[in-house]
C-alpha cells in the first residue's frame, strides 16, 4: 500500500511538471524556450566613429550623421561592407550618449557583432540643418531619403541592407522610414512608438498634455540649440544649422504651445496632428518589425495598435507588453523578464535573422508574436493576436450613489440600483497616483522610486467617486482597451471625466491598472472608426474637432464614453474591480485657457433604466457573472 502511495505521489509530480511545463505563458517557460538560442560573441575588438558625416536631402538640406564601424585591435576601421542599422533621433546624437533611457541600446553590442550603425540628427535638430517641425511631412520624406543614402554603393561600409532601431520617437522615425519603402530595408525594431499622435499623448481625451509635451518640446529645443561640432570641417553648415534652429524655436516650438493652450488650432485634431501621426501610412510598412510597449508608457493606446495592423496584413511582427513606464521601456530595463533575453541580445537575433539571413527556424517558436505581463498576477502570457477569438465583450453596470469620502456605488452584472453621484472639480487629482509619472515619461518614477502613490490610488481616489465589484468569488481577466460609458450632466456645462480601472485588494490596497479621459463637451462619437466586440463598444473614437465640439444645455444627461486606454490584467477571487472617476488628472492634462471656466463644474454620473452607465471590456474567456 505504501509503495502504490509512493507511485502514485510520483505519477502525480510528474503530471504536475507537466502542467507546468505546458504552462508556456509563465516566465520560466519562456526563459526555457528561449534558453535553444544562445547569443553569439563578439567578433570584432572595438568600435571607431566618423562623426558629423554630411548626408544631403532632396531639397539641399544637408542632415549630419555619426558613422559607427568595427575596429580591429589596433582602433582601425575594418574594411568589410556590412549591413547597416540606423537610428534617427532628435535628442542630438552628440547628448544622448551611447545607450540606455531614451538612447535604446547600446549600438556597440552590434557592431561588434558586424553591423555599422549610423546615428542621425533629424532635420532642425543636432548638427543638422533645417527647421525642426516634429514629424512635419518633411522630415517624414527625410527618413526614406537616410535609408536610400545608407543602402548606397558609394558608402565603403554599407553592404546595402538596412535596418532601423531606436525607442520613441526614433521608433516613430523607423516607421516613417518603413512606409516610403526603401531599397535594402530588411527589418525594423521601434520601442514604444506612437501611433496617433493626438490622442495618444498631445491631448488625451481632448485636454492638453502639459505634463510631457512641454518637457518633449523643451528636450528637443534645448538640445537642438547646443552649437553644432561640424565647425572645423564645415563652419558654413554649422551656422546655418544654429540659425535654423533658433528659427524653428521661435516660429514652431513656442507658438505651437501658445496656441495650444490658448485654444487655438493645435488643441483641436486636424491635419497638423493628421500629418504626424504615423498611423495614417501604416499600411504602407511591410517590413518585420519587433515592437515594445509599456503598460505605464505614453504611448500605451498607440503602440498596439501599430503591431495590430502589421499583425492583421500577415506581415511579420512580434510585441512584448511589459510593466514599464516610457524611460524603462526605452532603455530595455526589465526587457529579460519576458524570458527572451536582454534588449541587445533581441536585437542581435532579429537583425541577424532578417539583415544577415541567418538560418532560425526557431525564432517563431520561441519568441511568440504577443507576449505580455499580467497585472494582478505578474505571470507573462504568451499569445499571437491582441485582441483574438478568445476575448468576448463584457459588461458591467454601475448601481448605486458614490460619494467623496463615502461608501462606494457597485458593479454588477444583475440589476442595478438607481443613482446620481456627484464629481467635484478638485485640482490635484491624480497627483498622488501613478499616472503623474507615467505622463512625465518616467522621470517622477526616477526621483521618488519608493512613493506609495504608485502603488495604492485610494488616497487620490477620494477626491473622486468609486464604483466597485463585491469581492470576486471568480477571477475576472481582462485584455485591450476599455471604455466607461458614463451618463453624465454638468452644471457648466462641460468638464473633464478622469477614469481609472484598478484593483481593490483584501486589505484595502488599491492598485491602478489603467486609465482614461474624456472632455464632456468633445463626446461626439464616431462609430465607424470605435471599436466592438459582441456588440459592446470597447474602444469610442470621438473626433476631436472644434465643429464637433457641444457643451451640455442645463440638465441635459448625455452618454460619455471614455477610452480607457489598453491593459490586461486578471483580478483575483478575494479582490475587487473598481472604477474611480475624478474631474482633473494632474500634472497629466489641463483645459485650454477658453475653457477653464468651464472645467471648473460639478458633474453628475447618472445610473438608471433609462441611464444605463457601464463598464465595457473585453473579456478573456465568458463574461463574469458578478452580483
Known amino acids: 500500500m505504501h509503495a502504490h502511495r509512493h507511485v502514485l505521489a510520483r505519477l502525480m509530480t510528474v503530471l504536475g511538471l507537466t502542467i507546468a511545463l505546458l504552462g508556456s505563458s509563465l516566465t520560466l517557460g519562456q526563459a526555457q524556450a528561449a534558453a535553444k538560442w544562445k547569443p553569439r560573441g563578439e567578433q570584432y575588438a572595438s568600435t571607431v566613429t566618423e562623426k558629423d558625416v554630411a548626408i ?33 533621433t532628435a535628442y542630438n546624437k552628440g547628448v544622448l550618449g551611447s545607450g540606455g533611457a531614451l538612447a535604446g541600446a547600446d549600438p556597440t553590442y552590434l557592431v561588434k557583432r558586424g553591423y555599422v550603425q ?3 540628427d533629424a532635420r532642425g535638430t543636432g548638427s543638422s540643418e533645417g527647421q525642426w517641425n516634429a514629424f512635419g511631412a518633411r522630415e517624414n520624406k527625410d527618413g526614406g531619403e537616410i535609408l536610400t543614402w545608407a543602402h548606397s554603393s558609394e558608402r565603403p561600409w554599407s553592404n546595402g541592407i538596412t535596418g532601423m532601431s531606436g525607442p520613441s520617437y526614433m521608433g516613430i522615425s523607423q516607421l516613417w522610414a518603413a512606409a516610403a519603402q526603401p531599397a535594402g530595408l530588411k527589418a525594423i525594431f521601434p520601442q514604444v512608438p506612437g501611433a496617433d ?6 491631448a488625451s481625451g ?5 505634463g510631457f509635451i512641454p518637457l518633449w518640446l523643451g528636450l528637443v529645443t534645448t538640445t537642438g540649440l547646443i552649437p553644432p561640432a561640424v ?37 483641436y485634431d486636424g491635419p497638423f496632428y493628421d500629418e504626424r501621426s504615423v498611423i495614417n501610412v501604416i499600411d504602407k510598412v511591410k517590413v518585420p518589425a519587433f515592437f515594445v510597449s509599456g503598460e505605464y508608457d505614453l504611448f500605451q493606446r498607440g503602440t498596439p495598435l501599430l503591431f495590430e495592423n502589421l499583425d492583421r496584413r500577415g506581415v511579420p511582427t512580434k510585441m512584448v507588453v511589459g ?22 541580445q533581441l536585437q542581435l537575433r ?5 539583415l544577415k539571413g541567418k538560418k532560425d527556424a526557431a525564432l517563431d517558436q520561441d519568441i511568440s508574436d504577443l507576449t505580455y505581463y499580467e497585472q494582478g498576477t505578474g505571470a507573462w502570457r504568451r499569445d499571437s493576436t491582441w485582441i483574438g477569438s478568445s476575448l468576448e465583450g463584457a459588461t458591467l453596470r454601475l448601481t448605486g450613489t458614490s460619494t467623496p469620502l463615502g461608501a462606494p456605488g457597485g458593479l454588477t452584472t444583475g440589476t442595478p440600483t438607481d443613482g446620481t453621484s456627484e464629481v467635484y472639480p478638485v485640482p490635484v487629482s491624480g497627483l498622488c497616483t501613478r499616472s503623474a509619472s507615467q505622463w512625465t515619461a518616467g522621470l517622477v518614477n526616477l526621483v521618488l522610486t519608493d512613493n506609495p502613490c504608485f502603488t495604492d490610488n485610494a488616497l487620490n481616489d477620494r477626491t473622486g467617486v468609486v464604483f466597485s465589484t463585491p469581492a470576486l468569488k471568480k477571477a475576472v481577466t481582462l485584455q485591450g482597451p476599455i471604455n466607461a460609458h458614463l451618463f453624465t450632466s454638468s452644471v457648466g456645462g462641460d468638464g473633464m471625466l478622469s477614469v481609472a480601472v484598478e484593483d481593490e485588494a483584501p486589505d484595502g490596497t488599491v492598485k491602478r491598472l489603467t486609465g482614461g479621459w474624456q472632455v464632456v463637451s468633445h463626446r461626439a462619437l464616431d462609430t465607424k472608426r470605435s471599436r466592438y466586440l459582441d456588440g459592446v463598444l470597447v474602444q469610442p473614437f470621438h473626433p476631436f474637432t472644434k465643429s464637433a465640439q457641444k457643451k451640455l444645455a442645463p440638465g441635459e444627461v448625455a452618454p460619455i464614453d471614455v477610452e480607457v486606454f489598453p491593459t490586461r490584467a486578471r483580478i483575483l477571487p478575494g479582490h475587487k474591480l473598481r472604477v474611480a472617476v475624478q474631474a482633473f488628472d494632474v500634472p497629466h492634462l489641463l483645459p485650454t485657457l477658453p475653457d477653464l471656466l468651464g472645467t471648473l463644474t460639478v ?7 433609462k441611464y444605463p452607465s457601464t463598464l465595457n471590456f473585453p473579456s478573456v474567456g465568458a463574461p463574469p457573472t458578478v452580483s
Do not use: C
Open 323 to 344: 510593466p514599464w513606464d516610457h524611460i524603462q521601456a526605452s532603455g530595455g530595463q526589465g526587457l529579460d523578464q519576458a524570458g527572451y533575453g536582454t534588449l541587445g
Open 231 to 267: 565647425a572645423p570641417t564645415d563652419p558654413r553648415s554649422a551656422l546655418v544649422s544654429l540659425l535654423d534652429h533658433l528659427t524653428g524655436a521661435a516660429t514652431f516650438t513656442v507658438p505651437l504651445l501658445v496656441k495650444a493652450l490658448g485654444g487655438g488650432e493645435p488643441a
Open 603 to 609: 458633474m453628475k454620473i447618472h445610473n438608471s433604466a
Open 197 to 202: 499622435v493626438y490622442r495618444d499623448v498631445v
Open 118 to 120: 549610423l546615428t542621425v
Open 56 to 88: 544631403p536631402m532632396s531639397d539641399g538640406t544637408t542632415l549630419r550623421g555619426d558613422v559607427t564601424r568595427p575596429a580591429d585591435a589596433s582602433g582601425k576601421a575594418v574594411a568589410e561592407r556590412l549591413p547597416v542599422i540606423v537610428t534617427i
Open 350 to 354: 532579429w537583425f541577424d535573422h532578417y
Open 206 to 210: 481632448g485636454q492638453i498634455d502639459v
